[in-house]
């Protein structure tokens, strides 16, 4: 997490604080390219989080696709939508309040594949003005997975619907649940259709673990828990894997421990697969977590996310829903629980 300073007219992103100085904006997640203008990203669940005193507020974005989409939080109450134009820059994210202090977050809900935003600063009105806070969250949970983790179409109402930025949420996946329950940052590094050895059209360049460094230079941070959800796609893209993918899961999570030194990671697969591909799936990925448990790394885990149930519905493309989304959440918050109890 970071925290941005400047107060005035209009704040851009500055260096990160120390964990116990104040700043007057946070940025939570994944971002690059900060320069004097602002700073980019192009993950689910990037955060822009402030406080700010005066009855309104705008936001300096430019979305160069003008197809991603936001959820704009103000003072805790239900999120609105914010819909990026590809030739607007300025956004007015807060209006009509009471003067005084009011908290604001900006949380992008679609996925990379709808392009780079970038984050130019807050504009408050005359005789307003940014307010330092300490950052927002003493942990992190970092997600690595694929479409199920990003929220591709989960408001969707069949197997059969449209994929869109409309039914695409990042906010009401299992790792944004399971992170709310903690009150820890959630951090979502998902592409639709990666696999972790290969992607679903068979390919094996830009799999998420060659994803995994990419857009990340400001700022570093260190998750408390990290998720790896992947292997789904491995399977949609032919037979079982085999060995090879378990080989380039120990990789990875070699590679994730040396980011992450203190992290609890937790694996598992879910919940698209079926029969003997969510057995064979499961079975990789418990050997994977058994043998590097014995290489000396007790903080790998494994957790049983079961198949979906045809009863709860789906969405877009067989995607789980929110009340699929719900119960992944469920599981996996028992098991951090189990894992961490002072959590």
Excluded at 24 to 45: C, M, Q
Excluded at 307 to 312: G, R, V
Aim: hydrophobic share 40%; glycine share 12%.
């Amino acid at each position: 997490m970071c925290g941005a300073s400047g107060e005035g007219a209009s704040s851009g992103p500055a260096a990160v604080p120390a964990a116990d100085r104040k700043a007057p904006v946070h940025l939570v997640g994944r971002f690059f390219g900060k320069d004097a203008d602002g700073v980019t990203f192009t993950y689910p669940s990037a955060q822009l989080r402030a406080r700010f005193s005066g009855t309104s507020l705008v936001a300096r974005l430019t979305d160069p696709q003008g197809q991603n989409q936001f959820s704009v939080i103000v003072d805790g109450a239900p999120p609105t939508l914010l819909k990026m134009n590809p030739v607007q820059r300025e956004y007015t994210v807060a209006s009509g309040l009471a003067p005084g202090e009011h908290d604001i977050a900006i949380v992008r809900r679609t996925e990379t594949w709808f392009g780079a935003t970038r984050f130019g600063g807050f504009i408050v009105e005359p005789g307003g003005a940014l307010v330092e806070t300490k950052e927002p969250y003493a942990r992190t949970i970092e997600i690595v997975g694929d479409s199920i983790s990003c929220g591709y179409g989960v408001h969707g109402t069949s197997a059969s619907c449209s994929f869109s930025p409309e039914t695409e949420d990042s906010t009401v996946t299992y790792g944004a649940l399971t992170a709310a329950t903690f009150g820890a940052a959630h951090v979502d590094l998902c592409w639709s259709g990666r696999g972790l050895l290969r992607n679903n059209d068979g390919s094996t360049t830009d799999t998420m673990p060659e994803l995994y460094d990419r857009d990340w230079d400001a700022p570093r941070y260190a998750a408390d828990v990290v998720v790896v959800n992947l292997g789904t796609n491995d399977y949609f893209a032919g037979s079982d894997p085999g060995a090879p993918f378990e080989t380039a899961y120990l990789e990875f999570l070699k590679r994730l421990r040396v980011v992450h030194p203190g992290a609890f990671v937790i694996c598992g697969i879910g919940s698209m697969l079926t029969g003997a591909e969510a057995a064979g799936a499961r079975a990789h990925v418990e050997r994977v977590v058994r043998a590097i448990n014995k290489d000396g790394d007790a903080k790998v885990a494994f957790v049983d996310w079961p198949p979906q149930d045809p009863a709860d519905g789906v969405g877009c493309g067989n995607h789980p829903n929110e009340k699929t989304q719900k119960k992944m959440a469920a599981v996996l918050t028992a098991r951090v629980k189990e894992l961490l109890p002072a959590w």
